[in-house]
């Protein structure tokens, strides 16, 4: 919401409201100061539980359908409560992505500092390497020979010019991207700060945002930042500061994130990036070659070559296998970890006869960076290595094989360090399973949550009236014949689309039906004269932004498109779900966690795989009605809606039947 949005009104005369009615109520301050606002009575409703829940120290789980205003539901109790339990840390509000956390900073907070009666504050938190390190960048300015490549030079110049007037000095305040590598050379890091001994300590833009965030009332930060702090604590440290309440939006990625910030992955580029940065690739300067011994040298040289061995070796247990292959028990002989821990000796024994002070910490940081990425190989390598049980597996990457390792289950560890520990957590979302699970029992389930109120608001859209619902009749079953049903989808989209004059988007499953469906569509679209957009081609951003700016045209892609994306008004009047998203059942963590249910004596398509799916189906319809003005159908192209018993409840979880819809 800009300022322009809404009209900044005299303080009215009354007393000082403090619920969330007073606020969100009709007569509300909120509504006061909009002049065109809408009552939504989901959202006070939503609102007011979370209101109770912090009251009474509950966890409250709410879904919220689209358009209830979620954002207002759950900051505005959430600074109410901040305001009057000063000195129990700040309220936390966790996003899915920085770009959320961005809209909450620039458009619903600026709103509510505006018209809520009394001061308060809200800072805004991402990781220490989104931050520039001032002492670092004019290390980097002052060594001449740092980049050969104009580019990267043009770039590194930029970053100077830009710190001189930065008010956050973060990454993405930076007017243009810049180079990986150039950004490594400037970011704060971990291991790499002089803190009050720094002589830019009083303005850095790290230290700043560290004292700003231990005094914040208000503290937005993402699921990946809040559950690095998670796997910090489990080690006794820290990067957030206490606090009671977390109030996590998108709640449904929490398990997945927390899944990867325990978990552990180690690629070829991640060994080679930590090389580069003490000698060699595309910087003239060799940390090495000033300062290291020539045993150092020689490690570096064999770590080099034992690093395109080891991987290599992976590519061949792979097999060109896309799938993944688990490792079960079995241990890994690792030719990385011993030259590894030798280099980093060696780098920090270097450290110690350096003199000069900028110098020695990178030494010493790079130094700890190759203990840390030791520790990660050994992990990965030995079962049982990582502290708690870890998956392991192989995957393929277009940059070579990653070994990866996750934890079978992340119920204990959230249980133990966030639901039980003495915090009151919110979850929300617009989707957090399959609409008939009335206690959100699968949600619980997946994160350990033993008890919590529930609350379900529907969307204030009228989705009969809105939208239209086809379930395309006589299709090929998928799992029967696939290619017939590849042809079938291929020939009845392109009927859509045409019908509808592009304005769609095309949900796939996988990556290689988003290309034999690309493939059907190209030459009968371009005849048409509608633009294909296909995922890949383009950041998700710019595809987006292509979308909008040519409403006709026809997007089309998988996973990161069935939800998080809103293209309003008639640039998306046609959803075409090719087919139901269940996850790929040979995926070896997938695989891990089917067998764990069943050993439970569970069933792991009820359990698992159907909720997900259904949660996932419901994202991709909730892709088409994204305001009031909205209107449009959402077609479904798998017959087994129909044809299989299950296939109802992906249908009754759609919003139609919805008492408040
Ligand atoms: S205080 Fe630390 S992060 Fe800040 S400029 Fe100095 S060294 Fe860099």
Redesign the pocket.
């Known amino acids: 919401m800009s300022d322009a949005e809404f009209e900044f009104l005299p303080e009215p005369a009354a007393s000082v409201p403090r619920t969330v009615a007073d606020f969100l109520g009709a007569d509300g301050a909120i509504a006061r100061r909009l002049p065109d606002y809408e009552r939504r009575p989901q959202q006070l409703q939503m609102a007011q539980a979370i209101e109770r829940a912090l009251q009474g120290k509950q966890h409250l789980i709410a879904e919220a359908g689209t358009g209830v205003g979620k954002s207002f539901a759950y900051l505005l109790p959430a600074v109410l409560h901040a305001d009057t339990h000063q000195g129990e840390g700040p309220v936390i509000v966790s996003t899915r992505t920085i770009a959320l956390q961005e809209q909450l900073e620039h458009k619903d907070l600026p709103f509510l500092h505006a018209v809520l009666p009394f001061e308060w504050s809200s800072v805004t938190a991402v990781g220490r390497s989104h931050y520039v390190?001032?002492?670092?960048m004019h290390l980097a300015e002052r060594e001449q020979t740092l980049f050969a490549d104009p580019e990267r030079k043009d770039q590194l110049r930029g970053i100077v010019q830009w710190s001189l007037t930065t008010r956050e000095g973060t990454r993405m305040d930076l007017p243009a991207p810049v180079q990986p590598e150039v950004w490594e050379e400037v970011q704060?890091e971990h291991g790499n700060?002089?803190?009050r001994a720094?002589k830019?300590?009083d303005h850095?833009h790290?230290?700043r945002a560290r004292r700003r965030m231990a005094t914040a009332q208000v503290l937005i930060v993402n699921h990946s930042l809040y559950m690095a702090d998670l796997a910090l604590r489990l080690a006794g440290a820290s990067l957030l500061p206490d606090h009671r309440v977390v109030i996590f939006d998108e709640a449904h990625h929490l398990e997945r994130v927390a899944t990867e910030s325990i978990g552990l992955r180690l690629s070829a580029r991640m060994v080679g990036w930590h090389l580069r940065r003490l000698h060699g690739g595309r910087h003239d300067r060799s940390l090495l070659r000033n300062h290291g011994s020539s045993r150092a040298l020689l490690l570096w040289e064999e770590l080099r070559q034992q690093n395109d061995a080891f991987f290599a070796m992976l590519e061949d247990r792979l097999g060109g296998s896309g799938e993944g292959q688990a490792i079960g028990d079995e241990k890994l002989d690792e030719p990385l970890s011993q030259p590894l821990l030798e280099l980093a000796q060696d780098v920090v024994a270097a450290a110690t006869r350096v003199e000069e002070v900028d110098a020695r910490m990178e030494l010493n940081a790079r130094g700890s960076g190759l203990q840390g990425l030791a520790n990660v190989v050994r992990s990965l390598c030995t079962p049982g290595g990582h502290g708690i049980p870890l998956v392991r597996w192989v995957e393929g990457h277009k940059h070579g094989p990653i070994l990866c390792g996750a934890p079978l289950d992340v119920r204990a560890t959230l249980r133990e360090h966030l639901f039980g520990a003495g915090r009151t957590c919110i979850l929300t979302s617009a989707t957090l399973g399959p609409a008939d699970d009335t206690g959100f029992s699968w949600f619980r389930g997946q994160l350990g949550i033993e008890r919590a109120d529930t609350l379900r608001v529907g969307s204030p859209f009228d989705y009969r009236r809105v939208c239209e619902l086809v379930v395309e009749e006589a299709m090929p079953d998928p799992t029967r014949d696939a290619q017939a049903f590849g042809r079938a989808v291929g020939e009845r989209t392109l009927q859509h689309v045409l019908q509808n004059g592009g304005r769609a988007l095309l949900l796939c499953t996988s990556w290689a039906m988003v290309r034999e469906l690309a493939a059907a569509l190209h030459l009968p679209l371009h005849e048409a004269g509608i633009e294909l957009l296909v995922q890949g081609q383009l950041p998700i951003a710019q595809l987006l932004a292509r979308k909008r700016a040519v409403p006709t045209s026809v997007l089309i892609g998988t996973d990161s498109l069935w939800e998080g994306i809103d293209v309003r008004g008639d640039a998306l009047t046609l959803v075409v779900v090719t087919k139901l998203p269940f996850a790929n059942p040979s995926h070896p963590l997938t695989k891990a966690r089917m067998q764990a249910i069943t050993d439970d004596g569970g069933d792991p398509f009820l359990e698992w795989s159907l909720p997900e799916a259904i949660l996932k189906f419901r994202q991709g319809f909730g892709r088409l009605i994204r305001s009031q003005q909205d209107r449009g159908k959402v077609v479904v192209m798998d017959p087994r809606v129909r044809t299989k018993r299950y296939g109802m409840r992906f249908l009754a979880s759609l919003p139609f039947g919805d008492e408040d819809g």
């Open positions: 390190c001032l002492r670092r704060a700060c002089l803190h720094c830019h300590y850095c790290w230290q």
